[in-house]
């Protein structure tokens, strides 16, 4: 068995084959066992996912640039290097190649299919594959150089300097009308589409929930238990309120009890949904809440992945007629917001629900529409 397989027979204990194959590559025996030191302490999935994408695109980086292996722990001066490679004016390359990442390093990762397009990179996308080489230092206990003044200063200056406007993760705010029209698309005499009503519902009614909150959500975790149907008797009476406990969700553990609260129309669609899974499934089911389809609209065992979350309102609001490209499921959480804010919710009761820790960011939707309606604005007249 080679070097190759042997690594790729470890990272089938959590990763896909067909992406453990191509993983074991570009990771060695210690990058292996950090991973599955960190699949243990259950991070989220969405988590886990990005240190494995951010640890292989270092280790093919550190390859092309410097012809070796990722060393560990990384030095101040490789760091450095990283930030130059990644973080530079476009314009002054063209002009001068050894500014930036040379070509022959940019080409290659390019070929080897690491990256889609040649740097500069976003500055959002450099500064989180950072965290994530800090925090594999630190789950590998390694002193590092991360938090030397020299590497600060560069990537704070590399940042301000760049050229790039940041971009909300949904351009517009998925609010309550746009999610009716989205939600009109769908086929209720199917169970997909009995599924992806109520996934919508449950996301934004519950507080505008994330992606892979959503995706995370399981029957045993709703409270009180949705009543079962009777045959011949019809349905019970509706429960005025669920209660569903967060297992893992961005800066919320199991331990913190963090738990979400679904209310009135996105309650009779998530009981709905779920009668449908037991009629199918058997009344006894437990597991993912919003499952998988497999081929000809078979109820698959696991969650959806929180990509398909996205996927699902792109796809209604395409069926609507609406441009998708300018929403995303970010604007689920952002539209919650927004709403409550026109409607005269306070902050603090809104935070409670989207389970926002920040004021400041939970306030830059409240800010953004006081700014909007500043009678300010019309100084110079009407």
Same mark, same amino acid.
Request: net charge positive.
């Given at each position: 068995?080679?070097?190759?397989?042997?690594?790729?027979?470890?990272?089938?204990?959590? *990763?896909?084959?067909?992406?453990?194959?191509?993983?074991?590559?570009?990771?060695?025996?210690?990058?292996?066992?950090?991973?599955?030191?960190?699949?243990?302490?259950?991070?989220?999935?969405?988590?886990?996912?990005?240190? =494995?994408?951010?640890?292989?695109?270092?280790?093919? &980086? #550190?390859?092309?640039?410097?012809?070796?292996?990722?060393? &560990?722990?990384?030095?101040?001066?490789?760091?450095?290097?990283?930030?130059?490679? #990644?973080?530079?004016? +476009?314009?002054?390359?063209?002009?001068?190649?050894?500014?930036?990442?040379?070509?022959?390093?940019?080409?290659?990762?390019?070929?080897?299919?690491?990256?889609?397009? +040649?740097?500069? #990179?976003?500055?959002?996308?450099? +500064?989180?594959?950072?965290?994530?080489?800090?925090?594999?230092?630190?789950?590998?206990?390694?002193?590092?150089?991360?938090?030397?003044?020299?590497?600060?200063?560069?990537?704070?200056?590399?940042?301000?300097?760049?050229? +790039?406007?940041?971009?909300?993760?949904?351009?517009?705010?998925?609010?309550?009308? $746009?999610?009716?029209?989205?939600?009109?698309?769908?086929?209720?005499?199917?169970? /997909?589409? /009995?599924?992806? =009503?109520? *996934?919508?519902?449950?996301?934004?009614?519950?507080?505008?929930?994330?992606?892979?909150? $959503?995706?995370?959500?399981?029957?045993?975790?709703?409270?009180?238990?949705?009543?079962?149907?009777?045959?011949?008797?019809?349905?019970?009476?509706?429960?005025?309120?669920?209660?569903?406990?967060? /297992? =893992?969700?961005?800066?919320?553990?199991?331990?913190?009890?963090?738990?979400?609260?679904?209310?009135?129309?996105?309650?009779?669609?998530?009981?709905?949904?779920?009668?449908?899974?037991?009629?199918?499934?058997?009344?006894?089911?437990?597991?993912?809440?919003?499952?998988?389809?497999?081929?000809?609209? $078979?109820?698959?065992?696991?969650?959806?992945?929180?990509?398909?979350?996205?996927?699902? *309102?792109? /796809?209604?609001?395409?069926?609507?007629?609406?441009?998708?490209?300018?929403?995303?499921?970010?604007?689920?959480?952002?539209?919650?917001?927004?709403?409550?804010?026109?409607?005269?919710?306070?902050?603090?009761?809104?935070?409670?629900?989207?389970?926002?820790?920040?004021?400041?960011?939970?306030?830059?939707?409240?800010?953004?529409?006081?700014?909007? =309606?500043?009678?300010?604005?019309?100084?110079?007249?009407?």
């Amino acid at each position: 068995m080679t070097y190759e397989e042997d690594i790729a027979d470890d990272l089938v204990e959590f *990763l896909p084959v067909d992406v453990a194959e191509r993983a074991a590559t570009a990771l060695s025996e210690s990058d292996v066992e950090t991973l599955k030191f960190l699949y243990k302490q259950s991070i989220p999935e969405n988590t886990l996912r990005a240190l =494995r994408s951010d640890l292989t695109y270092l280790e093919r &980086w #550190h390859i092309a640039a410097m012809g070796q292996h990722l060393a &560990w722990p990384a030095s101040e001066s490789v760091i450095l290097k990283f930030i130059a490679h #990644h973080l530079f004016n +476009r314009d002054e390359h063209l002009k001068d190649p050894a500014h930036g990442m040379p070509d022959e390093v940019a080409d290659r990762l390019i070929e080897e299919g690491a990256c889609a397009k +040649r740097p500069p #990179h976003a500055p959002s996308t450099v +500064r989180r594959r950072i965290s994530s080489w800090k925090k594999l230092h630190d789950a590998k206990n390694f002193d590092h150089a991360f938090e030397e003044r020299a590497v600060r200063v560069a990537l704070k200056t590399a940042i301000k300097a760049s050229p +790039r406007v940041r971009k909300k993760k949904s351009q517009k705010p998925v609010t309550v009308e $746009v999610l009716k029209t989205a939600l009109k698309t769908l086929n209720l005499n199917s169970p /997909r589409g /009995r599924r992806d =009503r109520a *996934l919508l519902l449950v996301a934004f009614g519950s507080g505008g929930r994330r992606r892979s909150e $959503v995706s995370d959500l399981r029957i045993e975790d709703v409270s009180p238990a949705i009543p079962s149907v009777a045959p011949g008797v019809g349905r019970p009476a509706p429960i005025d309120v669920y209660d569903i406990s967060l /297992r =893992r969700a961005k800066r919320i553990s199991a331990d913190d009890g963090e738990v979400i609260h679904v209310k009135g129309r996105a309650a009779r669609a998530l009981e709905d949904w779920v009668w449908i899974l037991r009629r199918i499934r058997g009344e006894d089911l437990e597991g993912p809440l919003f499952r998988r389809f497999h081929r000809y609209g $078979v109820i698959g065992d696991r969650a959806i992945d929180p990509g398909e979350v996205n996927n699902i *309102l792109k /796809r209604c609001l395409a069926a609507a007629g609406l441009d998708a490209s300018q929403y995303s499921a970010h604007g689920i959480r952002s539209g919650f917001l927004s709403e409550a804010r026109n409607r005269g919710v306070p902050l603090e009761e809104a935070m409670r629900l989207t389970k926002h820790k920040s004021i400041q960011t939970a306030g830059e939707y409240y800010d953004l529409e006081d700014a909007r =309606r500043s009678r300010a604005l019309t100084l110079l007249g009407r």
